[in-house]
């Protein structure tokens, strides 16, 4: 069964090109041939719901109380809403977060730059959306990190998101920039969405969700789709 839901979309030019020479990898995994639609099937965009803290465990909203320790690095909080074209809240949407330590080191195999690995820190959180919309989670600000696109290229400091709907089909992936850097303007990833729609992957530092003495607050609310959407990856 296919279905063809009508509704308002974003620029036709908002949304970074599947090719971007400038971003290496692109030229190898970018679709060489035309598109084939695949219309999704009814177990495809139904499930499943309700049940991820069964399937993957709790919610983990606070990355830097996973470990024994305290995490190095600048303590941060983010939180935001989930929307749609309307502006109406979308609740229950499962946010995914990794993101590199405060040196700008995953925890990962093929990531083996001379920058120090954190006991205290793993990068991954999980939260879901309450019936607002609102997603908030804990953790320090990542660092740059090198990776090898061209000469001298540094990563600005990001976290990655996805965001799952009602289905693993309606997974969405993004980047969250930081309003103070200035890698952001040299990085071929972030520079294949154009402007001024690349604004809308920087979030917002927001005084009111600064906790006094503890954590800087920054503010990111995600919009599905429709002329004001969050860019994502493709
Ligand atoms: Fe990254």
């Given at each position: 069964?296919?279905?063809?839901?009508?509704?308002?979309?974003?620029?036709?030019?908002?949304?970074?090109?599947?090719?971007?020479?400038?971003?290496?990898?692109?030229?190898?995994?970018?679709?060489?041939?035309?598109l084939?639609?695949?219309?999704?099937?009814?177990?495809?965009?139904?499930?499943?719901?309700?049940?991820?803290?069964?399937?993957?465990?709790?919610?983990?909203?606070?990355?830097?109380?996973?470990?024994?320790?305290?995490?190095?690095?600048?303590?941060?909080?983010?939180?935001g809403?989930?929307?749609?074209?309307?502006?109406?809240?979308?609740?229950?949407?499962?946010?995914?977060?990794?993101?590199?330590?405060?040196?700008?080191?995953?925890?990962?195999?093929?990531?083996?730059?001379?920058?120090?690995?954190?006991?205290?820190?793993?990068g991954?959180?999980?939260?879901?959306?309450?019936?607002?919309?609102?997603?908030s989670?804990?953790?320090?600000?990542?660092?740059?990190?090198?990776?090898?696109?061209?000469?001298?290229?540094?990563?600005?400091?990001?976290?990655?998101?996805?965001?799952l709907?009602?289905?693993?089909?309606?997974?969405l992936?993004?980047?969250?920039?930081?309003?103070?850097?200035?890698?952001?303007?040299?990085?071929?990833?972030?520079?294949?969405?154009?402007?001024?729609?690349?604004?809308?992957?920087?979030?917002?530092?927001?005084?009111?969700?600064?906790?006094?003495?503890?954590?800087l607050?920054?503010?990111?609310?995600?919009?599905?789709?429709?002329?004001?959407?969050?860019?994502?990856?493709?």
């Amino acid at each position: 069964m296919s279905r063809d839901i009508q509704y308002s979309r974003e620029d036709s030019n908002a949304q970074p090109p599947s090719l971007f020479p400038e971003y290496k990898s692109t030229t190898l995994r970018s679709p060489s041939a035309p598109l084939i639609r695949i219309p999704q099937t009814l177990t495809e965009t139904t499930g499943p719901t309700g049940c991820w803290d069964k399937l993957m465990g709790r919610a983990l909203a606070d990355l830097t109380s996973q470990h024994a320790g305290v995490p190095i690095g600048q303590r941060i909080v983010v939180s935001g809403r989930v929307l749609d074209e309307n502006g109406k809240a979308i609740p229950d949407t499962v946010m995914e977060i990794w993101q590199a330590n405060a040196a700008g080191r995953y925890i990962h195999v093929r990531d083996s730059w001379d920058a120090p690995i954190d006991p205290n820190f793993t990068g991954t959180g999980r939260m879901v959306t309450d019936e607002q919309g609102r997603y908030s989670f804990t953790t320090v600000r990542p660092g740059a990190y090198p990776w090898g696109n061209h000469h001298n290229a540094w990563r600005p400091a990001h976290i990655h998101l996805s965001l799952l709907g009602p289905a693993f089909a309606s997974r969405l992936v993004t980047q969250l920039y930081f309003p103070d850097d200035p890698l952001i303007a040299l990085d071929p990833i972030a520079n294949s969405v154009p402007m001024p729609y690349r604004l809308r992957l920087i979030a917002r530092f927001d005084i009111e969700s600064t906790q006094p003495a503890r954590a800087l607050g920054y503010k990111f609310d995600v919009v599905l789709r429709g002329p004001l959407a969050t860019l994502m990856e493709r």
